[in-house]
């Protein structure tokens, strides 16, 4: 007995695209079958020709909740990520207030997040100064990927580590069998402020050189090699990271990495002065870098695709001077990802198993999932997107659903219109209309 049959001609299952029958039972995929019987007392959704996947999973965002709900929420963040095709994301440890560095501040995180999502949410905890002694109540409480920053992050709870802060964390993390998530900036190579119009996209992009990147995942490196720590760089921006990563790998460093669609979509060369929202740390690099990036997810040198959401009221993205240097950085994208993603890879022939496994299945075992997400196959969740993947639709701003409609990918043409959306096989989003309730649950 099954509680819904998704059928189409385009499955996208591990062995790859075939027509067939997703069947579902009490949130879980309990077969993926040639067969077009359907039992009598299951919910029948024809997919026709639009692509059946595995919903996405997103282990880098920011929603800012409690503390920060001026910028971005749980309901309104997850609601941009049903409508796209995301069913499963992990919440950053920094904006909120507190910040996810204790026990007391997650569970105050759950509790704000408690009945409001669309999709699920699991919590990633912080690493800063002195609290390495909370990191074993977190992992305890269920938190398996923790983050630190190596450089300012841009709020005052939130404090970067030193070397000497890494060394009394990564053996506590080592203990635990627990990933530490790096922002891997230097901030002694970051520049405050270069000579010149703050305006200049050129002159912030200088403020934050490649070597800022490189060092600091160097000094990762020779950490996690000394300690044995599972380390993960999160948005790689930088082509001489590549070749760090390939040598870490090829000793043995138990070491990931992503990068996000706004390196893999947009060039320095296409951002004009005063054009803000483009802004985010590391910031976006010159189009031969935007190739190495691609490159290098194809060689395996770089693991996943994630979105880094980091929305914020648009007054802080001080569009009316166009100064990047006091202009916050982030961009949110929870909304577009696959569009965004999938449409630079059509354009250089990449097959879409190569994106499910870049955002679907590699960060599901980032997050220790593996067994659960990121495919469709028995015995999985019921997280599932059917999307047609030849429509070509123009950016509008007001269906993002996040909380402030402000995106660099406005009135771009994407490839790819999302149909449905289900998590734990119920439907959450379908052709623009949003579901009820808040069927999500929380990772815990």
């Known amino acids: ?69 001026e910028w971005e929420g749980f309901s309104t963040a997850t609601r941009a990520a049903a ?32 009945a409001k999502t669309m999709v699920n949410v699991g919590f990633i905890g912080g690493v800063v100064p002195g609290n390495q002694a909370e990191l074993p109540e977190l992992h305890a409480a269920g938190v398996t990927l923790f983050k630190c920053f190596l450089a300012p992050s841009g709020v005052d ?21 627990a990933t530490l998530l790096v922002h891997a900036e230097l901030a002694d190579l970051l520049l405050s402020s270069v000579a010149g119009d703050t305006r200049r996209y050129a002159n912030y992009l200088a403020s934050h050189p490649d070597a800022a990147e490189t060092e600091a995942v160097a000094l990762i490196i020779r950490l996690a090699e000394e300690f044995g720590t599972r380390v993960h760089i999160v948005h790689v921006s930088s ?20 990068t996000c669609p706004h390196y893999l979509c947009f060039s320095a060369e296409q951002i004009a002065d005063g054009e803000t929202q483009f802004k985010s740390a590391p910031p976006i690099r010159d189009a031969a870098t935007r190739d190495a990036l691609w490159h290098a997810l194809l060689a395996g040198e770089i693991d996943m695709i994630v979105s880094n959401h980091s929305p914020c009221p648009p007054a802080l ?24 993603i999938w449409h630079e890879a059509k354009a250089r022939g990449i097959p879409l198993d190569y994106v499910t496994k870049w955002m679907c299945s590699a ?82």
């Open 1 to 69: 007995m099954t509680d819904l049959v998704i059928h189409g001609q385009r499955i996208l299952t591990p062995e790859g695209i075939r027509p067939g029958c997703v069947h579902v039972r009490l949130g879980k995929i309990v077969a993926v079958t040639t067969l077009d019987v359907v039992p009598p007392t299951s919910l029948f959704v024809k997919a026709g020709d639009n692509i059946v996947m595995a919903g996405v999973v997103d282990t880098h965002v920011h929603i800012n909740e409690p503390g920060r709900t």
């Open 83 to 114: 409508a796209g095709g995301v069913t499963t994301l992990f919440d950053m440890p920094l904006n909120s207030i507190p910040p996810t560095t204790s026990l007391a501040a997650l569970q105050a995180k759950r509790a704000a997040a408690h």
């Open 157 to 177: 709870e939130f404090r970067p580590v030193t070397e000497a802060d890494l060394r009394a964390a990564m053996p506590v993390l080592t203990s635990l069998g």
């Open 239 to 258: 082509a001489a990271t590549i070749p760090l990563l390939r040598d870490a790998r090829a000793r043995g460093v138990k070491i990931t990495a992503e």
């Open 317 to 340: 993205k001080d569009a009316e001077r166009g100064d990047f240097f006091s202009a916050r950085g982030g961009i949110p994208s929870l909304r577009l990802t696959l569009q965004a």
């Open 363 to 444: 960060p599901a075992e980032l997050a220790g999932l593996s067994h659960r997400k990121g495919k469709l196959a028995a015995g999985y969740d019921a997280d599932i997107v059917i999307w047609d993947a030849e429509a070509q639709v123009c950016v509008d701003d007001m269906t993002l659903y996040n909380k402030h409609p402000l995106t660099p990918y406005s009135g771009r043409t994407l490839t790819g219109k999302i149909r449905a959306t289900y998590v734990g096989g119920m439907e959450v989003y379908r052709d623009g209309l949003m579901g009820v309730g808040a069927p999500g649950r929380l990772i815990t």
